[in-house]
């Protein structure tokens, strides 16, 4: 399906964007993946991906709270593959305090990757998306993108704004052949989670596994964490052509968290 199509997977080196990636290249796609952690094990990632699938695939650790990251990894496809085609903006971090002693600067790392890098990466890739005549944004926002829950000021904040900011785009891109959606995943067990997880065991003195109950019990109706393999198939379906007319939606994968 996406065979001879070039794509940019931003914060793939782990979780949720580690699962899209797999689809992507498991459909034919050629691979930007970006994110930190170990440079062997990255590379090792990097090259079993690219011999399971037949696919190129490269990695650049651009940071993406810089503002000259996005851009980069935009440019890293042009220059290596000649072409984009596929923008996942997936990047993201998390911090829990109240708002009245949320630290300033926790707020302006948590705006400036979840929300100012997505901007940044849409603005750097729209003109070769349309320049192609078919394209896909994917933009990895939340159930914190339609709702709120207290401690979470700046993700909440900005989940809401990759909401709207997908949406202005998606009106931008209507007849272009473009199409830009935001997936609202509800819990996925991934490190960004399993901290939040160990910080409530710690904090309440009980375990793992209590706490991963009762994090799901809190808010979600289906108590079970979606996979990032889930979220991979649903980013690969905003891929395809069936999903030619979906655009500027806001799609829930979140085991009934906000139909409440
Ligand atoms: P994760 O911590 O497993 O992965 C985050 C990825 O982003 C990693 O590859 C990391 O290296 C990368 N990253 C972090 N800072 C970066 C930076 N400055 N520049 C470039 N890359 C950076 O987290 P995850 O759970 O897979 O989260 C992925 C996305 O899904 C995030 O946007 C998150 O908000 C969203 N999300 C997660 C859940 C969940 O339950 N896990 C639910 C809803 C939405």
Redesign the pocket.
Known sequence: MLKGRAAVV?????????GIARALAGAGADLVL????DAAEIDASRASLAAEFGVRVLYDP????DPA?PARLVERAREEFGRLDVLVN?????HVAPVEEFPVERWDAVIA??LT?VFLGMRAAIPHLREGGWGRIVN?????GLVASANKVA?VAA?HGVVGATKVAALELANSGVTVNAI??????????ERQIADRARQNGTDVARESEALLAEKQPMLAF?T?EAIGAMALYLCSDAAATVTGAALSIDGGWTAQ
Do not use: E, M, R
């Open positions: 931003t914060g793939s080196t782990s979780g949720i964007g580690w970006n994110g930190f952690g651009a940071d993406l709270a990251g997936n990047a993201g971090i998390q990757l979840n890098a990895v926002a939340s159930a914190h993700y989940k609202c995943p509800g819990w996925v067990l991934t490190p960004l989670v979606t990032p």
